[in-house]
T-cell receptor, first 112, second 111 residues
Framework: DAGITQSPRHKVTETGTPVTLRCHQT?????MYWYRQDPGHGLRLIHY???????DKGEVSDGYSVSRSKTEDFLLTLESATSSQTSVYFC???????????FGSGTRLTVV | GEDVEQSLFLSVREGDSSVINCTYT??????LYWYKQEPGAGLQLLTY???NMDMKQDQRLTVLLNKKDKHLSLRIADTQTGDSAIYFC???????????WGAGTKLIIKP
């Protein structure tokens, strides 16, 4: 979808295990974002990146870390997964002259 | 801080017009957006409007912007079953280029 892919699409993991989600872009955009989407909460920003090795926290960053060692990859890690982190995770890139975002297809994560 | 508000649900009959409303708080926003999310999918940019415009039309979609009242609306003419989705309003925060999102309006189409 417009040069952005997320993997895996679905994952079930156990409480206490680390989990890494990957976002890959092919368009060399500077800004990348990780969101989670939960019923009743809309989209909530977890972390974002404004360049290689440049990242910052969003509103719900506790329990999550990110890394961006290459322009094209933005990784989200749940250090020790909890049931409250069961959610759908979306990656986005800022693209186009209108500064809007292009979203990946999402990763549905279930923590049991 | 900045906030974007939308109604959570809208129900319309097939063939009628749908009007989804949004209010925002950052009067300096230069771009405002409408995104569509179909079940099981990511968000897709439907349309956007620049802050110096009052209206933008694109086929069945009409966006109206009232800067004085900080009100944005999306009208979908001749609503079809394929329009059933969640519609998100967003404003661009010019200080850090981030988008501030509404909670989304679920559009329900009645036959």
């Amino acid at each position: 979808d417009a040069g952005i892919t997320q993997s895996p699409r679905h994952k079930v993991t156990e409480t206490g295990t680390p989990v890494t989600l990957r976002c890959h872009q092919t368009e060399n955009h500077r800004y990348m974002y990780w969101y989670r989407q939960d019923p009743g909460h809309g989209l909530r920003l977890i972390h974002y990146s404004y360049g290689v090795k440049d990242t910052d926290k969003g509103e719900v960053s506790d329990g999550y870390s990110v890394s961006r060692s290459k322009t094209e990859d933005f990784l989200l890690t749940l250090e020790s997964a909890t049931s409250s982190q069961t959610s759908v995770y979306f990656c986005a890139i800022q693209s186009g002259g209108n500064y809007g975002y292009t979203f990946g297809s999402g990763t549905r994560l279930t923590v049991v | 801080g900045e906030d974007v508000e939308q109604s959570l649900f809208l129900s319309v009959r097939e063939g009628d017009s749908s009007v989804i409303n949004c209010t925002y708080t950052d009067s300096s926003s230069t771009y405002l957006y409408w995104y569509k999310q179909e079940p099981g999918a990511g968000l897709q940019l439907l349309t956007y409007i620049f802050s110096n415009m009052d209206m933008k039309q694109d086929q069945r979609l009409t966006v109206l912007l009232n800067k004085k009242d900080k009100h944005l609306s999306l009208r979908i003419a001749d609503t079809q079953t394929g329009d059933s989705a969640i519609y998100f309003c967003a404003e661009r925060e010019d200080s850090n280029y981030q988008l501030i999102w509404g909670a989304g309006t679920k559009l329900i189409i009645k036959p």
